[in-house]
């Protein structure tokens, strides 16, 4: 694999969570299944800014929504793959072309959504995880981490300081 198509990935990141949830911070995403995930397999979505978090969740919250807040996330030493690196998802053979699809609408017809392909490549290359545009939002920048804080990788992921308040939906 050629290193310059991999990337170490250190900073701040952002993860949106009721505050019921806030000890359980640095676990994987409860739903068994998601854009990058199916049962069975780890994935911690996070994002780059307090507004991509929103972006991120929109679609599923309402006025029942319990309160949440957005929790910032020290990533260490992640090694990750940049999708919208088209020189270095073709060098990693990291088949981009459905990234963005609606991949509820897929699994609601009792399709495997090919977003769990893309990243299973990525899992198949010992990576950590992925960097992507937001499908809502193309200027945001989302995080997914497969690895982090386990034996076999040094990508680590520590609260990083008080949660952001958000304002309940109305």
């Known amino acids: 694999m050629a290193d310059r198509h991999v990337l170490t990935l250190n900073g701040i990141y952002y993860r949106i969570k009721t505050l ?18 199916r049962e069975e397999q780890r994935a911690l979505y996070l994002s780059a800014s307090p507004e991509g978090c929103i972006v991120a969740t929109a679609r599923y919250t309402d006025e029942d929504t319990p309160e949440r807040g957005i929790f910032p996330l020290h990533v260490r030493d992640a090694r990750i793959v ?3 690196d088209e020189a270095s998802t ?5 088949d ?16 495997p959504s090919p977003t769990w392909a893309l990243a ?11 960097l992507y545009a937001s499908r809502t939002d193309p200027r945001k920048t ?29």
């Open 90 to 94: 073709k060098a990693l053979g990291i």
């Open 96 to 111: 981009t072309t459905h990234r963005a699809i609606e991949w509820q609408r897929l699994r609601a017809k009792g399709l």
């Open 20 to 37: 019921a949830e806030a000890a359980d911070i640095l676990a994987p995403a409860h739903a068994p299944e998601g854009r990058s995930h």
């Open 142 to 170: 989302h995080l997914t981490l497969f690895r982090w804080n386990e034996t076999g990788t040094q990508a680590t992921v520590a609260r990083a300081g008080p949660h952001i308040a958000i304002a309940k939906v109305s």
């Open 120 to 130: 299973d490549r990525v899992r198949a290359l010992a990576l950590d995880g992925m």
């Open 82 to 84: 940049d999708l919208r």
